[in-house]
Structures are given as structure tokens and as C-alpha cells.
Nanobody, 125 residues
Framework: QVQLVESGGGLVQAGGSLRLSCAVS????????MGWFRQAPGKEREFVAA???????YYADSVKGRFTISRDNTKKMVYLQMNSLKPEDTAVYYC???????????????????WGQGTQVTVSS
């Protein structure tokens, strides 16, 4: 079991950039696959990006070419670099973790058992 804390959210104009961070504590960070999900008002939580402990990455079609997920196992951090932001990117962004030994689908939220509190990202027109 791990504890996750997101940071880096805020208000940005369309076309701008933000970098979200997720600090991990409690267990061996390198043994976990990490994911980013988001939830907009009135909508279900959706997959954004994920990274396995070995470095393989996954992205939702809506963010490909704009967002980049990365991790630093020494610092126990996972990041989401968001460029060319659009108003439809507005949501609460959540960091999530699952044991890397699990074969659960990386892009499905129910595969993850550990969640952060979320950080708000608002993109204005």
C-alpha cells in the first residue's frame, strides 16, 4: 500500500502548459505501475496516462502528442507534463498506483487500488 499526493495544478490559458507531480510514500515505489486519471464536473473519471515500473507508457487518444508521463524512482515521484492545454482538459487530476505484478489493464481506473486526493486543473479560453 502506498500514499499519493498530487500537486502542480492551477489556472492556465488555452495553449499553455502545466506540470503535475505525484509524491509517493509507504512502499517500494519501483514495484508499482503509476497512472493519471481526471474527472470533469458531471462526468465520469477517465484515463489520461500511465507508466509501468519498467518505463512503458500509455496515453489516452485525447492527450497523445500533448501530455508526457514520466517517473523518477530515486525521488519517488511521477510527473505529467501537459502542453497545448485545451478547455476540455479542465478537470481534477488524480494520481493512482497498482502493483506492477498485476496484469490488470493499465488504462482502466478499476485496476488501481491507491489514489491521491487530486489537484485541480482549469484551462480558460
Amino acid at each position: 500500500q502506498v500514499q499519493l499526493v498530487e500537486s502542480g495544478g492551477g489556472l492556465v490559458q488555452a495553449g499553455g502548459s502545466l506540470r503535475l507531480s505525484c509524491a509517493v510514500s509507504g512502499r517500494a515505489f519501483s514495484n508499482y505501475d503509476m497512472g493519471w486519471f481526471r474527472q470533469a464536473p458531471g462526468k465520469e473519471r477517465e484515463f489520461v496516462a500511465a507508466i509501468r515500473w519498467i518505463g512503458t507508457t500509455y496515453y489516452a487518444d485525447s492527450v497523445k502528442g500533448r501530455f508526457t508521463i514520466s517517473r523518477d524512482n530515486t525521488k519517488k515521484m511521477v510527473y505529467l507534463q501537459m502542453n497545448s492545454l485545451k478547455p476540455e482538459d479542465t478537470a481534477v487530476y488524480y494520481c493512482a498506483a497498482k502493483p506492477t505484478r498485476s496484469t490488470a489493464i493499465m488504462t482502466t481506473e478499476m485496476s488501481y487500488g491507491n489514489w491521491g486526493q487530486g489537484t485541480q486543473v482549469t484551462v480558460s479560453s
